[in-house]
């Protein structure tokens, strides 16, 4: 299939190579408004077509796949614009910039009988998925909880904090490791270089299960940490990003309380066994996301990370900013999958589009 780019930045020249690379499409047009975005992009793949504006790239009815990767102010309009035109259409996380917004595309894409994908590039991770096998086959028992660390020094967004930029690969990794999305939230942060934008943040979640996490994410950091440990009944499991040779490591470790038999008895058993770290092949991540795109696209098969997928995130850092407005309050979330009521949105652009989308 022909398919369109748009936005050729930081992120979407990742994307281009990954669908020129890939045997399911035919042709790539880029769109940018930024000149020098798009001669860096024709200097590095010289068989792209380019154009500077959306109307060019939404004339072409060949095109019948688009790719979104531009800042998430601009997710809302380009996401409705193309499933209106009846392209299938993938979107960089966060799938919007709020809640009201991505129910008004989950909607419209069901309507228009066309893919809609979100970016969620961890799902597709090898040591994510395996991660997710290890939980499913019962190994590490019950989890207890999941603390999980996202810290480097930059990138400062312009137009949102570090929650909504940051945040998204843990929490969906959380949602598709349990199997569920949080019951309620809490967060702490700091906008300390920026005013009104949030570089730091401490997020603490709570699930129906019983399970708890606290995420961790920061843009101001002197070193670059991407590690999650999570603590079962019966193992516990590191998953650190940044190590190339050991990506992940269980460790058979553990406590167990036994019941006392005699009012002054009190014993603990600490178990301290081998630590394991299973083979991981080393494919790339977006290389898969992006096939598992055009595969759906083609075949009509529902993608793994869709659109509800993109809504329980975005209505976990909604409610992760209504927390750290609201002095840290812990604030509930509606059940995995729920969509609120339709209702008349408050906040912007958002409400002419709504009305358009319940015709």
Known sequence: MRVGVIGCGYWGPNLIRNVLE???????????????????????????????????????????AILIA??????????????????????????AASVEEAEILVRLADRAGVTLMVGHTFEFSPPVVRIKEIIESGALGDIY????????????????????????????????????????????????VQRAI????????????????????SWLSPSKLRQTTIVGSQKMLVYDDTNSMERVKIYDRGVEFKDPETFHEFSLSYRTGDIISPHIPATEPLQL???????????????????LNGLRVVRAL????????????????????????????????????YKGALR
């Not at 949030?198 to 299960?209: E, H, K, T």
């Open 145 to 192: 909880y999941i603390s999980a660390i996202r810290v480097n020094l930059g990138i400062h967004q312009k137009d949102v904090s570090v929650v909504w930029d940051l945040a998204p690969h843990d929490l969906s990794m959380l949602f598709y490791w349990l199997d569920e999305a949080p019951s309620a939230v809490a967060m702490m942060g700091g906008a300390y």
């Open 22 to 64: 890939n045997r399911r499409a035919e042709s790539v047009t880029v769109c940018d408004a930024n000149e020098k975005n798009l001669d860096r992009a024709r200097q590095r793949f010289p068989h792209l077509q380019c154009v500077n504006s959306t109307k060019q790239l939404f004339s072409d009815r060949g095109i019948e």
């Open 318 to 353: 909604e409610a992760i900013e209504r927390s750290a407005r609201n002095g840290s309050r812990l604030e509930p979330i509606l059940p995995h999958g729920a969509v609120a009521p339709r209702k008349q949105p408050t906040n912007g652009h958002a409400a002419a589009a």
């Open 70 to 95: 531009t800042p998430v102010s601009t997710h809302f309009e380009l996401a409705k614009a193309s499933i209106e035109s009846g392209r299938h259409t993938f979107v960089e996380k966060p799938l």
């Open 198 to 217: 949030s570089d730091v943040a401490f997020i603490n979640l709570q699930f129906a299960s019983g399970a708890i996490a606290n995420i961790q994410v």
């Open 289 to 307: 996301e992006v096939d598992h795109f055009l595969e759906c696209a083609l075949s009509g098969k529902r993608p793994k990370t869709d659109g």
